[in-house]
């Protein structure tokens, strides 16, 4: 079965969402790593530099487990919109179109405006995240996040207590699901239909609602490949993130007719 749904844009494109088996997602991580494969340089190039972007958060965090929770959570919430450049990569290798890396990055051109209020949407969610954190490990847990000196120059004598860290995490695994639930399709549908950054949201929350158990398998697929990437010092995110970012377009061309 699938539920049609209509884009406002001056096209009028209708939109069909389809329902996928439980364990359609081992597919897309298939079809994610064939693209990876395939494409070789431009992709591992992507993953080198979302690999950086983890190793700058991972030392800006360092000084705190505090801010250690708040930069792999981070990582995990602004995903969506790092995976732009490989989500265009495989639209390229299925259309049989050049497949440098400049070229990966035309959809940010070409659509700038759904992008740049997506990654909005992105933004006012990780800050509604650190502000709600922190009012519920002080209200809640009565354990204070870190100081500005903490932060700017690190304080080995102070540690976080298990209530912190857990709470913490708990607060940032919400805010992980919403900017999942709003963001499964969103980033291949700007830049396969040009769709707007609302449109893009209504249809990935819309995917997810059809389709919950495939997309917890799915969910957890990410954060359990994100885990390794971070175990292994970011190295292995090198080739995880292109690995993802692949697979998301092929989530998004089996979700969508």
Known sequence: MATSISLGSQKWQHVTVRHVPLLRPIRWLQAGWDDL????APSLGHGALIAMLGAVLLAFGSSHPYLIAAAVSGYLLIGPIMATGLCELSRRRRAHEP?????????????PHAFIRF??????????????????????????????????????????NRAQVIGYLASGALLAAAVFTLSVVAVPMMIDWNASASEAIVTSARSMLRNIPAMLVWGALIVALTAIGFLTMLIGMIVIAPLLGH????AYRDLIE
């Open 37 to 40: 494969r395939h494409i070789g």
């Open 99 to 111: 497949l440098g890396f400049n070229e990966s990055l035309q959809p940010i051109s070409s659509n």
């Open 119 to 160: 990654g909005t949407v992105l933004a006012v969610i990780v800050i509604v995240w650190f502000v709600a954190s922190e009012v519920m490990l002080r209200t809640i847990l009565h354990t204070p996040g870190p100081s500005l000196d903490e932060v700017v120059w690190g304080n080995i004598v102070t540690e976080a």
């Open 247 to 250: 697979a998301t377009w092929h």
